[in-house]
């Protein structure tokens, strides 16, 4: 049996089959409902085989995809294909549908390779990328996490970073699991190094995203928690879907997506807070698994496709912490990027496989955000500092606050309706209008 192409998605309650398979306007022949599988997984496999013989449905049990032949030992799930020969897998509850991937060309011996990050993976039939949520079947790739939700929350756009786009505001943040990085640090690893096998995911269609986001009152949505370029296929779809319904799009992102994949979601996506890890091949082949190269040639390139970019820097002691490293950093920044771009050196905490590091000290970070200054930039800010004063956006011409910020949100803005300081008249490159209450909007004097 050949893998498909696929649409979608999702059944979250059986009683909901019905309506959500008419809501979303996707055929569905004999509309019978899915069984209520519930949690026990023994009761499950036998109602999912039954549904699937009464409904001429074929029943596998061998793999997430039928070219798998081995059993997961120790999360068994049912799979099935329904009569439009749609991929399925159940995942505590939820009927999950699988995606052919974009971005990959076939090769020899059905081995594909994906062309959506800079790895560009050769794999080989029944196996997955380095991200582990693309998988070969038969000789086409799939992604096993489209629309397959692991955290998701209504969060401030300050919490990406993004100090200068829609300040105030709440991005509607979802993410997923895999990850295209083995960063030694990462503090996502229960996302990033899960498998769809026995993550906890939740489905969410890009239709029910967007409508979330505008319920819960959010102007943006937001991929993050975990790199969004692995389930591109679902941050294209939802990306286009917010643009229609007025909304803006971000990624955070450690900036591997490939010039291709870019581009073609560029029209949709406005906002690229990119974590430029730090400014050596060598640090990004110890601590990251992967190479600088790719990630500055994706920042530039968001940047001359007209996406908002905002770059993060994490200080790991020892590591990426030396005053000729972050000059490097900041002199690309300013010659590649401009002198206005915001520029975020963060704290580093101890965590997963470097533990023994101390956390970065607070005079590291005021010694990066001087030799930015010094190197031209003019939007500088310390981050994961609470109560640092670099947290604020002041003038660049005459110092003053213009937006004050605490706890990862606005406590005080100070701009004109223009967006230009009060007192001197400065512009302020800031995209989008502040989402917060106005009690006094200052005039330029």
Same mark, same amino acid.
């Given at each position: 049996m050949s893998c498909p192409k696929v649409f979608l998605l999702t059944v979250i309650e059986p009683k909901l089959v019905e309506f959500i398979y008419g809501f979303m306007r996707i055929p569905f022949q004999n509309k019978k409902p899915v069984p209520d599988t519930g949690t026990r997984a023994s009761a499950g496999r036998e109602d999912c085989r039954q549904y699937c013989v &009464?409904? =001429?449905?074929?029943?596998?049990?061998?793999?997430?995809?039928?070219?798998?032949?081995?059993?997961? &030992?120790? =999360?068994?799930?049912?799979?099935?294909?329904?009569?439009?020969?749609?991929?399925?897998?159940?995942?505590?509850?939820?009927?999950?549908?699988?995606?052919e991937a974009m971005f990959y060309e076939k090769l020899a011996e059905n081995k594909v390779r994906c062309n959506l990050c800079a790895h560009r993976c050769k794999i080989n039939p029944g196996k997955r990328g380095i991200c582990g949520v693309r998988e070969n079947c038969e000789g086409s790739l799939f992604s096993l996490v489209y629309g397959a939700v692991a955290s998701e929350s209504v969060a401030h756009i300050e919490q990406k970073p993004l100090y200068h786009y829609y300040p105030g505001s709440t991005a509607y943040s979802v993410g997923t699991i895999g990850c295209n990085f083995r960063c030694r640090h990462c503090q996502n690893r229960t996302l990033s190094r899960a498998s769809p096998e026995d993550a906890d995911l939740g489905m969410l269609s890009s239709s029910q995203l967007i409508r979330q986001a505008k319920m819960a009152g959010c102007q943006s949505v937001s991929w993050t928690y975990n790199e969004p370029t692995v389930w591109y296929e679902y941050t294209y779809d939802g990306a286009k879907l917010a643009k229609e319904a007025g909304l803006g799009t971000s990624y955070v992102t450690n900036g591997y997506i490939t010039p291709e994949a870019l581009e073609q979601i560029a029209p949709y996506l406005d906002a690229f807070s990119v974590d430029i890890k730090g400014f050596s091949e060598e640090f990004y082949q110890e601590i990251c698994g992967a190479k600088l190269a790719p990630v500055l040639e994706a920042t530039l390139l968001a940047k001359q496709l007209g996406i908002h970019v905002e770059v993060v820097n994490l200080i790991i002691p020892t590591h990426n912490d030396s005053p000729e490293e972050i000059r490097e950093l900041s002199r690309w920044v300013y010659e590649k990027l401009g002198k206005d771009t915001p520029l975020h050196f963060t704290s580093f905490y101890p965590y997963y496989e470097m533990k023994d590091l101390p956390p970065t000290p607070v005079e590291t970070l005021d010694r990066a955000h001087s030799i930015a200054i010094e190197e031209g930039m003019r939007f500088v800010y310390v981050g994961n500092v609470p109560g640092h004063p670099h947290e604020n956006t002041y003038c660049p011409e005459c110092g003053t606050l213009l937006i004050a910020r605490g706890f990862f949100e606005v406590q005080e803005y100070n701009l004109t309706l223009e967006k230009a300081c009060p007192k001197c008249g400065e512009k302020i490159p800031i995209v989008g209008e502040y989402a917060g209450n106005r009690n006094h909007i200052p005039d330029a004097e």
């Open positions: &009464s409904s =001429n449905i074929v029943y596998e049990t061998t793999g997430l995809l039928p070219c798998r032949k081995q059993m997961h &030992s120790t =999360n068994r799930k049912q799979y099935c294909y329904n009569r439009f020969h749609n991929p399925i897998f159940w995942n505590r509850g939820f009927y999950i549908m699988i995606q």
